[in-house]
């Protein structure tokens, strides 16, 4: 209403002719349309075309992204002894660029501090054509600095400037820190052999393989703004928290896995064998306290070594087990109410069956013997007799329920289960010789947690090596903790096999007098089998000794294997001193007192 | 509405705002008189609003600088804690060396000492009573302590195999 009152006296004042209000008001908004669809379409540009890129390039714009590396669980003994720990370590880089005038000193200096071949690095130190040398890999963290500090110190240039030749790079360090207890156990780490992005250091052997994820954890990244090598407080800053890899606990106890070893490889070159294993075993938890293997190696420094030796060959080989299977054979017998300790056997020097002879060790005329006198001289022929009274199939039901012919699950790679022939393939021929301990292959880990079963009082404990409970990178829960048992023979049964294997040890009786360990009762079993090399037995042998103490309060069972030994060697006069001497200083170790009782008397012979 | 029992007291309170009224009526129209314009003094305002803003300003700074600082400290102190982490890491691994179950079986041995496979005594805590027939050890019972050496010729330890893992790096240096 007083618009046009104002606008007759602007227009007075100015005098300024002007056009149509509504041109003017068109001509403005198309320019500010205009305007606007270019935001527009930048906008589409940047936001619906490629707007990732255009992030990561914002992005890195003064940003810094760090790796924040995962860091390696440590494999720990069951008293939590460390056996293998990630350190801090660090990579020693040379430029050559910078290095080579001086590169005799800094060589001289480098031997001294580090230990590296002083030629090779020389070499390194002089490279032409490079900026980039390892001069020394994994060295722990302290130590590399130190040294890098020093020399920078040291050779310094002309205008007193530091020395810039040499730098650190991050380079974790894993440390064995007993060499070779327990390596066939713990394996190694190692490059896994790839270019680029895709190359890792990864485990090559042993628990570092099989449970390389659940050690390795997950590796996280911190993105965040710098300024002058200092983060930007308030700027943008994410982190992924890297997630730590979970320690491993094992059942080995340290200090006896290095008492097994030695003992067992005293034992193994003196009896100027090939290889031999020593298994030491919890009888009521199934824990492995020990898990001993001859020849082994370093696994500070697996490549000293071949390849062949990195695996436990107490899991990766089998083997006939011999007279030690009577054993199973035996108290199997007696669970099934076929036998029983003092039943009477007459046992001629030969059996002749079907293909060929079977005879025993030693040369005899008919034997009056007792089921304990065929075991505690170990009697090829009287376990034949005996055995014919299994039903068909019966016998092979027991050993399955032994465990022999599947795998143990410890969670270590690379097991083989053995063969215990099924259907056709046994034969009456070949149940006769299984029934000894022949014609059939076993791990010592399934022979070793057999052998448990009579000392658990006839219950199957799975073995174990892992504490608690952890999963393999093939998804399997291994370890004590899903550890599942199982009645294979009853209770009688398990205590009468003990008292006939109490009179193995006998010095009289039975065959193994030097595998008793003085002031305690053992009960134990020798074995000597034939080896089968390329498919035919060659005439060496395999000797072992496996058995168990206090015999009438099982804590331990023990088993130790020789293989190929000189010839006229015994389970019981090879492997049965190694036997006495482990069992010996475990039971003290533990702290397990004798039981004070006296050694059976069950006769052999009648 | 006037006409009432009381005229007075009618009268009076109405005939007073009806004079007021016309006044207000004659007010309202009149031009208001021109204000000479206050003249507050200006200076202290300005002054005051101008250290309000340099206070700011310098606070800023400040408030920066400081973070900038700390900033600074706590890159050296994450070196310095890194630094005696490694340090620690190497005691630790000293130690570990030192507790090497084949170094205290060499030092235990130079010392005569061995692990023995004789029978043991058993001291019953309970009645203080020694049992078994304890016999010393004897250096039959001495174990070896180390293991044999690798069976690789010399010319193949270490250099060759491991360069090509470590892009000709020498291994680890411990």
């Known amino acids: 209403m007083s618009r046009p009152t104002i606008r007759r006296q602007h227009g007075r004042l100015q005098r300024v002719p002007r056009g149509n209000p509504q041109r003017r008001m068109g001509i403005g908004f198309l320019l500010i349309a205009i305007v606007l669809s270019v935001f527009a379409a930048r906008l589409v540009q940047l936001q619906g075309v490629d707007p990732r890129s255009y992030a990561q390039m914002a992005a890195a714009e003064g940003s810094r992204i760090v790796a924040l590396p995962a860091t390696r669980g440590e494999i720990l003994d069951r008293n939590g002894e460390l056996l293998a720990e990630t350190v801090d370590g660090r990579m020693i880089i040379a430029n050559p660029v910078v290095t080579a005038p001086v590169a005799a000193e800094l060589a001289t200096y480098l031997a001294r501090r580090l230990g590296v071949d002083y030629i090779e690095t020389l070499e390194r130190l ?80 042993g628990l570092e393989d099989s449970f390389d994820a659940w050690l390795s954890g997950r590796d996280g990244e911190a993105r965040y703004e710098v300024g002058a090598g200092n983060q930007i407080p308030l700027g943008d800053n994410t982190v992924t928290p890297a997630v730590d890899g979970k320690n491993l606990t094992l059942t080995l106890d340290r200090d006896l896995q290095f008492y097994a070893q030695r003992v067992l490889q005293q034992t193994v070159v003196n009896a100027a064998g090939e290889s031999g294993i020593a298994i030491i075993m919890d009888s009521r938890t199934g824990d492995l306290l020990a898990l001993a293997d001859y020849p082994s190696y370093d696994a500070s420094n697996p490549r000293d070594y071949p390849e062949e030796l990195y695996k436990s060959s107490a899991l990766s080989d089998v083997y006939e087990p011999g007279s030690v299977e009577k054993v199973l054979t035996i108290s199997s017998l007696v669970d099934a109410g076929l036998g029983a300790k003092e039943q009477h056997f007459r046992v001629p020097g030969q059996l002749n069956r079907q293909d060929r002879p079977i005879g025993d060790y030693w040369e005899h005329g008919t034997l009056r013997l007792t089921l304990a006198g065929i075991l505690a001289k170990s009697s090829n022929v009287g376990t034949v007799l005996a055995a014919d009274q299994f039903d068909r199939g019966q016998l092979r039901s027991y050993l399955t329920d032994f465990g022999l012919g599947s795998r143990t699950g410890l969670g270590l790679g690379g097991e083989s289960k053995g063969i215990l022939p099924d259907g056709p393939d046994w034969t009456s021929q070949v149940g006769d010789r299984i029934a000894f301990g022949q014609s059939l292959s076993v791990n010592a880990v399934q022979m070793v947690t057999a052998i448990n079963t009579v000392a658990n009082g006839g219950v199957r404990v799975d073995p174990s090596i892992i504490q608690g409970s952890a999963s393999t990178d093939e998804g399997a829960t291994v370890g004590s903790g899903s550890a599942t048992t199982r009645r294979v023979i009853s209770e009688e049964a398990a205590q009468e096999t003990m008292l006939m294997m109490e009179r193995v040890v006998d010095p009289e009786a039975g065959v193994a007098g030097r595998a008793q360990v003085p002031g305690y009762r053992v009960a134990g079993k020798t074995g000597t089998a034939q080896r089968v090399v390329d498919g035919v037995y060659d005439g060496s042998t395999s000797v072992s000794f496996a058995g168990f103490a206090p015999a009438d309060d099982p804590r331990f069972t023990i088993y130790v294997v020789v293989h190929r030994p000189r010839a006229g060697s015994g389970g019981g006069s090879t492997a049965g001193p190694a036997f006495a001497k482990l069992m010996s200083y475990t039971l003290r170790r533990y702290g397990v007192p004798p039981t004070g009782t006296r050694p059976n008397q069950t006769p052999v012979e009648w | ?25 004659r007010a309202r129209l009149t031009v208001v008189p021109r204000t000479r314009r206050s003249r507050a003094p200006r200076v202290p305002f300005v002054t005051f609003v101008s250290v309000i803003l340099l206070a700011g300003v310098v606070g800023l700074l400040l408030f920066n600088t400081s973070m900038q600082q700390a900033s600074f400290r706590e890159t050296a102190l994450e070196t310095q804690a890194t630094d005696l982490s490694a340090q620690q890491e190497a005691l630790e691994m000293d130690l570990q060396a030192l507790r090497e179950p084949q170094r205290v079986a060499r030092s235990a041995q130079q010392m005569g000492m061995v692990i023995p496979s004789t029978p043991a005594g058993v001291l019953d805590l309970r009645t203080g009573k020694v049992t078994g027939d304890p016999v010393p050890a004897s250096a039959e019972d001495s174990i070896p302590l180390q293991m044999p050496a690798p069976s690789k010729p010399e010319e193949l330890r270490t250099s060759d195999s491991t360069r090509a893992r470590t892009g000709g790096a020498p291994t680890a240096v411990r």
């Open chain 1, 126 to 205: 002089r490279a032409e054509g490079s900026q980039f040398e390892y001069i020394a890999r994994r060295v722990p963290a302290s130590k590399a600095e130190k040294v890098v500090a020093d020399i920078a110190e040291r050779f310094k240039d002309d205008k007193d400037r530091p020395f810039t030749g040499l730098s650190t790079e991050r380079d974790p360090l894993r440390i064995y820190p007993n060499d070779d207890v327990a390596a066939n156990v713990l394996g190694f780490l190692g490059e896994n052999g790839k270019e680029g992005d895709e190359a890792a250091v990864v485990g090559l052997a």
């Open chain 2, 1 to 25: 509405m006037s006409s009432g029992s009381s005229p007075l007291r009618n009268r009076l309170p109405y005939a007073a705002p009806r004079f007021a009224q016309a006044a207000l009526e």
